[in-house]
């Protein structure tokens, strides 16, 4: 199938949507959006200055259909999903969101229900339109940059007035191989500073459940779950986290979870691979005292 990745140039998720349009093709086409270095090898590269569908969605989908692309393939972020669904009408294309398996023979997989539930669908016609969900699929390894050609913006409909960065030091939460996330059982604020601790020394990146965040203790940056961060580590840390479905879904592709919680029925030891039944604030503070000695 032809294929056209459309993406902002994040090598990370640039790698993880070459992933899948090496089931269908073997070099797909991209289009960057908001410029950059293109980062890989393509069979043709474009770029676009501006990021809002809003001025580049019509001119797009001519592009698209004067191309003759069958696959378009967008990462689930916010400006992939704001993407995906405007095209999808203007090309009259089948569309499916949030993707977490695919076969060549378009057999395309997606959670449901706070990832309780997988629904398959067989696609039988293109043009076809799927949004990938971060971390479910291996990143390429993206050699090289590819010389973009710059397609022209329309109209400016709409002006981006003001765009905050998110601002946190450390290792990404998306990144991160060791992740310490602490629920709303912590308590407050003061108690994540041994969840800082204990992650300094595993090299890793603190994490918080939306309890913790909607408390005030953490920043929403630092959320982890279906409407928060998607994360992938090799360890995950789940302290004082109950284990709601909505968090579950955001760390489904967690290797090993360590779940400390004096709740003995807590939900997360479903999900656990290693529990410990207990006061987090003599537990972390042993295995901080552990790891020292170990170092």
């Not at 400016?156 to 939460?173: A, H, T």
């Not at 310490?180 to 407050?188: M, Q, Y």
Request: proline share 4%.
């Amino acid at each position: 199938m032809k294929t056209l990745i459309i993406e902002t140039a994040n090598p990370k998720i640039l790698g993880e949507l070459v992933t899948v349009s090496k089931l269908f093709c073997t070099t797909p086409d991209i289009l960057v959006l908001g410029g950059g270095e293109v980062s890989g090898a393509y069979g043709k590269a474009y770029s676009v200055s501006d990021t809002l569908v809003a001025n580049i969605g019509s001119g797009l989908s001519d592009f698209i259909t004067s191309e003759g692309y069958e696959l378009i393939l967008l990462s689930a972020t916010a400006i992939g999903t704001g993407f995906a669904g405007p095209l999808a009408v203007r090309l009259d294309a089948q569309i499916l969101s949030e993707v977490t398996g695919v076969t060549p023979d378009l057999i395309v997989e997606r959670s449901l229900y706070g990832s309780k539930a997988v629904a398959r669908y067989k696609v039988e016609s293109g043009p076809l339109v799927l949004t990938i969900k971060r971390k479910y699929f291996e990143a390429a390894v993206l050699e090289g940059t590819t010389e973009a050609t710059a397609l022209p913006v329309g109209p400016q409909r709409v002006s981006l007035l003001e765009e905050l960065d998110e601002e946190r030091k450390g290792i990404p939460l998306e990144d991160a191989e060791v992740i310490v996330t602490g629920g709303r059982g912590i308590g407050s604020a003061e108690n994540f500073a041994m969840l800082n601790d204990l992650a300094g020394l595993l090299i890793g990146a603190v994490g918080a459940s939306r309890g913790a965040v909607d408390e005030g203790w953490m920043p929403p940056g630092a959320q982890i779950g279906q409407t928060g961060k998607i994360v992938a580590p090799n360890v995950y840390f789940a302290v004082g986290v109950s284990g709601a479905s909505q968090h579950l879904a955001g760390i489904s592709n967690a290797k090993c979870v360590v779940a400390i919680n004096k709740d003995n029925e807590a939900n997360i030891f479903k999900r656990a691979r290693f529990g410990i039944v207990g006061d987090f604030k003599k537990i972390i503070p042993a295995l901080i005292s552990a790891l020292k000695e170990k170092a």
